[in-house]
T-cell receptor, first 114, second 116 residues
Framework: AQSVTQLDSQVPVFEEAPVELRCNYSSSVSVYLFWYVQYPNQGLQLLLKYLSGSTLVESINGFEAEFNKSQTSFHLRKPSVHISDTAEYFC????????????FGTGTKLQVIP | EAGVVQSPRYKIIEKKQPVAFWCNPISGHNTLYWYRQNLGQGPELLIRYENEEAVDDSQLPKDRFSAERLKGVDSTLKIQPAELGDSAVYLC??????????????FGEGSWLTVV
């Protein structure tokens, strides 16, 4: 069974400052990794994902995440945040073979301060 | 392209009353999921369907929860009777066939349940 740990429940950051949201996972097999974003009163939307290939993946709105197998991490970063990035971010993991059951972390609330 | 549609968006009921949630997945998606998201937590899978077959319902509290997907398209999740601890957001999601390499789950906006 796999699991996901998001150590930071809330991360306040000033607008235009950089941010890193941490995610660590555990699994005995190869994995796929995801970041989802949830804006207030909305469902989850896929932000980016790692399936294979390059360990650095990017989203269309400036976020990036790097798969680090040795540290079992998939931290999310953005060099300069905007007010509109205020949301809750969920890291998720699934096994890469067979039925890929997706397990979510507890989420990190990113609060961008003007 | 229409996304995953859920209704109702919000529901307030008294404990011991029944409640039902409806979901219409993205057209062509064979896999449908029901997740429950408690306040301050991530989504937890309740049940997964492949077409009309429930292939993973191990986390569904079967004494009070039931679900169906009769024609392999839309689905209904029912709680009867509801308890105070059932207050949560119920998320429906869908994805293409699980054997495809792109394993992306698309979520609806959720049905927010408050049991009083």
């Amino acid at each position: 069974a796999q699991s996901v740990t998001q150590l930071d429940s809330q991360v306040p950051v000033f607008e235009e400052a950089p941010v890193e949201l941490r995610c660590n996972y555990s699994s005995s097999v190869s994995v796929y990794l995801f970041w989802y974003v949830q804006y207030p009163n909305q469902g989850l939307q896929l932000l980016l994902k790692y399936l294979s290939g390059s360990t650095l993946v990017e989203s269309i709105n400036g976020f990036e995440a790097e798969f680090n197998k040795s540290q079992t991490s998939f931290h999310l970063r953005k060099p300069s945040v905007h007010i509109s990035d205020t949301a809750e971010y969920f890291c998720a993991v699934s096994d890469s073979g067979g039925y890929q059951k997706v397990t979510f972390g507890t989420g990190t609330k990113l609060q961008v301060i003007p | 392209e229409a996304g995953v549609v859920q209704s109702p968006r919000y529901k307030i009921i008294e404990k011991k009353q029944p409640v039902a949630f409806w979901c219409n997945p993205i057209s062509g998606h064979n896999t449908l999921y029901w997740y429950r998201q408690n306040l301050g937590q991530g989504p937890e899978l309740l049940i997964r369907y492949e077409n009309e077959e429930a292939v993973d319902d191990s986390q569904l509290p079967k004494d009070r929860f039931s679900a169906e997907r009769l024609k392999g398209v839309d689905s209904t999740l029912k709680i009867q009777p509801a308890e105070l601890g059932d207050s949560a957001v119920y998320l429906c999601a869908s994805s293409p066939r699980i054997l495809e390499t792109e394993n992306t789950i698309y979520f609806g906006e959720g049905s927010w349940l408050t049991v009083v």
